[in-house]
């Protein structure tokens, strides 16, 4: 049996189905409490090769994929291997998701969130 795959034409997937994929992948690692806003800059919002989605930026350009991952996380957890478990889990994901290589994952730690009972 041969593993050669027949092409019937294009396949594309919308940024917005990357950056979908990374934001509800993001929010199941344990640790991360929920998404942070990207910081507003106007040469962004003019590029047609960014992508964004509730905390996630996708740069596109040159054909290759950077994910910027804007986040708060728990007080207990040890942020730095929070993170790594995240770039993991978000390369992990687009890649059995849809097959294409990820340059990188840049993970921005914006705050840490106490619940109302620890700041009581």
Known sequence: ???ERQSFGRIEVAPGVLTMIAHLTALKV???RKMASPPAEMSRFFRRDISRHDGIVLDMSDGE???DVYVYMDPDVNVMETSRRLQAAIVESIDKMVGVPVKAV???????VFSQEETA
Not at 106 to 112: A, F, G, K, L, P
């Open 1 to 3: 049996m041969s593993d």
């Open 30 to 32: 344990k640790g991360v």
């Open 65 to 67: 994929m950077t994910f």
């Open 106 to 112: 840049n993970i921005h730690v914006e705050d840490v």
